[in-house]
DNA sequence: TTGAAAGCGCTAACAA
DNA sequence: TTGTTAGCGCTTTCAA
């Protein structure tokens, strides 16, 4: 099993009798190359089924790498962010690689700074825990395209959903059905409080603002739970142990999942309870859930990030904020609020 | 916004005011280094904000990075496998790159050889279409551990659910809830005919082989689907245009939601026809789709993968195969068979 | 159009 | 314990 040592462009240029610099040229179609000379290399390359190293490559100028970065891989409307990326790069001679990170802080810091240490030649990143001023850094170094900030940076650039829109989508539509006891179901303070203005911080402030507006103030209320749709299982269910509210509005679908999930546990049905989500997943539309979400075309996000990507390698220094139109997608979830038991 | 070039151990060496080789040492933590100037080593590292290039260490050895190779990413079975991989990273200095696929065929083999380009210290893939030949001299360069295929390799490790126990669980389940007229509906015949007795292939014989001798022959009825829940909506609206079966045993619980959808907008119930999946994504234990499935430890499986990995990194060569048990998770959607209206 | 040669940033002998 | 040095496999001037 002597396993032969890999060909590389060294022993291309000696099968072929010519220089490295002639392989280099013709692996990489640059120009100052005869047809003929090029004939010879390429048969040479076929013969040796010889591969560059990008790590090589990588040394002298680009890794020919994306990368992206995703908080907690189990969310499916990262999968369609990750589905438009892919579609950017048809054709293209990008690789995309995703750097997991299971979590917004520290791990998402860490996932970003193993993509930035391996060279890519730019970077995507749902971050929001990250200092603008950690990013404005990075992204001197390596172009850098964040999701979901609304901060508008000097050096990167920014795709989000109208978070303000979609909010007033989600309210309009609850107080329509004659909802007042609105709870809001969201991420922790840490998140919320984010000074870049993240989708949940947003989607708070507005949830807030419309409360108070609709003379509802009263009866606001936040409840906080993690990341995963466990912890919005248990986070609803004690708090379906307090007093029932008539709406809940859940930060994204994936915890809505979990607020579903606690809902019917309970006992209780769409007519007693409504759940509005946000990102409408795919799952979302199925019959059985028919959840009620906010849609906010996660493909076309994956896909403008990854243009806006290519533009700042081909050398666009101003920045770019992009954002897309959220729609609401009313479904079974949300019932006409119950009348209130006259005192 | 002159930016400075970032610092290189060239750079750390002379703020230190030791040599390269020093350094080295120092951020490896290798032999022989005296306290002292580990110390100015890594005040000069923090002052200058040094950060090793993993392609300079690649071309010299590892590049500390395991990558593994996901054919659609929206399958949410891979979120597992994905999530028991990172946690058998933690406290590892490897980093996780996932490559996306997108599909089994030819794309498989390029989001692999992508890896391979890269240099990755490990592969890790899930690609059912690739011939053995292949992966064994790809294994002849890097660890390999294929995930879900069948086949007993020289050079690299698989780790596998037991797809033979799998299906037995759902047909005898299926048998004794009194149904004989059961669909297989599957993915494509190029994937069930793979030689390397892939999963889906797997099920699909031992589906047809327990029918025979539960003396079902003549109601065997495989439907062939794509890779997408919507794909299998669609190819089951088909189907159930036709004959009515009073079960369907789906190849996957991703392709078994597009069943679920169909089976609804047709106005059936699950007392009418049967589902069942498989692999017990989180969505199949919601209440509102309760879909029964056999569970296959995802997470052990990703997390078993990287072990491996890290095995043959460490010099192993034997190569191994594991698998896990499958569990059937019985729920609402299988009820017993309705009666045969008599003729 | 082609080739020679320098150098990217690191690790690993080997010498001191 | 520390430093010197020779590459790893490419790309890129710069000459020829």
Known sequence: MAQARAATIEDVAREAGVSRAAVSKVI??????SPAMRERVNAAIEVLDYRPRIAARTMRGSSFTLGIELPHIGNPFFA????????????????????????????????IGALADRQVDGIVAISPLVSPEWLERLATRVPVVMLGRHDHAHSYDTVTGDDVEGTRLVMEHLFELGHRRIVHLTRSEEVTRASSGNPHAIRLARYRAHMQEAGFARHIRVVRTGMTEESARLDTLALLDQELPTAIFVGNDELALGTLRAVAEHGLSPAEVSVVGYDDIDIASHPAISLTSVNQAGEAMGERAIRLLLERIQGRTEPTNFSVEPSLKVRGSTRPAPTEPTP
Chains 1, 2 share one sequence.
């Open 80 to 111: 369609k962010i990750i589905a438009g990326a892919t579609a950017a790069l048809q054709g293209t001679d990008y690789q995309l690689i995703i750097a997991p990170a299971d979590t917004d802080g520290e791990e998402g810091v860490r996932a």
């Open 28 to 33: 990489r179609n640059a120009y100052g190359v």
